[in-house]
């Protein structure tokens, strides 16, 4: 067979390290695994490097196959930075985070220095407000949204007393207008981006709308008011006169003169 004939030949001459081999399914021959062998390549890859930052050293353990983000990532803890405000330099060269170690020739012992990125730092805390802002203005909206419903609610109520021809009272529309302002200035300060400045441009419509229609109810009522007080007025009047009249009914006979007039003519003669 041969496996066994030929095993001398494959695995060498001499050498006092056999290497066992294993005959595969369909007659390839292999070198059979070790996990000695796995465990010695395992303990080969992975280095030990020094990083100094500030006045400090940090002895980091890690695979001569990983990244210099990955590095970055296990600096976090010991150092307190975020990784992206990390800048690592290896032999006087700023590595990418995407560049391998053992690409960039990065060995057991070598030595790396640390370094503050300000620019990235100070871009990743103007993008973090930046979303703390979005954040904070989707909830006030929110809020303002729900206010405002309420709102439309006794709006929607009032016009639908007003179609009955029930009392309102200025006190309610009065209250429900300054309930509305309120929330409008309270949308005037809110600046949003994208979707957040259509919704606040959609609830400033609500408002303004609602706004209208209370003016509306408020002119129809001081309309119905002024009617009201003209015809009592008038009412009053004519009763004034009837009173007169039926206490005093010589003012109801036409005016008669005791004197009757006498026309004389005188005319001239002539000669």
Same mark, same amino acid.
């Given at each position: 067979?041969?496996?066994?004939?030929?095993? *001398?030949?494959?695995?060498?001459?001499?050498?006092?390290?056999?290497?066992?081999?294993? %005959?595969?399914?369909?007659?390839?021959?292999?070198?059979?695994?070790?996990?000695?062998?796995?465990?010695?390549?395992?303990?080969?890859?992975?280095?030990k490097v020094r990083v100094k930052y500030g006045s400090s050293?940090?002895?980091?353990?890690?695979?001569?196959?990983?990244?210099? *983000?990955? %590095?970055?990532?296990?600096l976090t803890e010991p150092t307190g930075l975020h990784v992206q405000d990390q800048k690592l330099i290896y032999k006087n060269k700023e590595r990418d985070s995407k560049s391998y170690l053992d690409v960039e020739r990065v060995k057991d012992g070598s030595k790396l220095v640390l370094l503050v990125d300000v620019e990235s730092r100070e871009r990743r805390i103007l993008e973090k407000l930046k979303v703390i802002k979005k954040e904070k203005t989707s909830k006030s909206l929110t809020e303002i949204k729900l206010e405002v419903d309420k709102l439309c609610k006794k709006v929607a109520a009032l016009e639908a007393d007003d179609s009955r021809g029930g009392i309102i009272t200025e006190l309610d529309v009065e209250t429900l207008t300054e309930n509305l302002m309120r929330t409008l200035i309270a949308l005037d300060e809110i600046y949003g981006e994208d979707e957040l400045? %259509?919704?606040?441009?959609? %609830?400033?419509?609500?408002?303004?709308?609602?706004?209208?229609?209370?003016?509306?109810?408020?002119m129809t009522r001081q309309n119905s008011i002024s009617l009201k007080k003209d015809e009592k007025k008038n009412n009053v009047h004519y009763g004034v006169e009837f009173q007169k009249r039926q206490g005093n009914p010589k003012q109801q006979q036409p005016m008669q003169h005791s004197d009757s007039v006498v026309v004389t003519t005188k005319w001239e003669t002539f000669d």
């Open positions: 067979m041969f496996f066994s004939s030929r095993r *001398g030949d494959i695995v060498g001459h001499g050498n006092t390290d056999i290497a066992e081999w294993e %005959l595969r399914p369909g007659g390839m021959v292999v070198q059979k695994r070790n996990s000695d062998v796995n465990q010695n390549f395992t303990s080969k890859s992975t280095i050293y940090h002895h980091i353990q890690i695979s001569s196959h990983a990244s210099f *983000g990955e %590095l970055k990532k296990i400045k %259509l919704q606040r441009r959609e %609830l400033v419509r609500r408002v303004q709308k609602h706004i209208e229609t209370l003016d509306m109810l408020r």
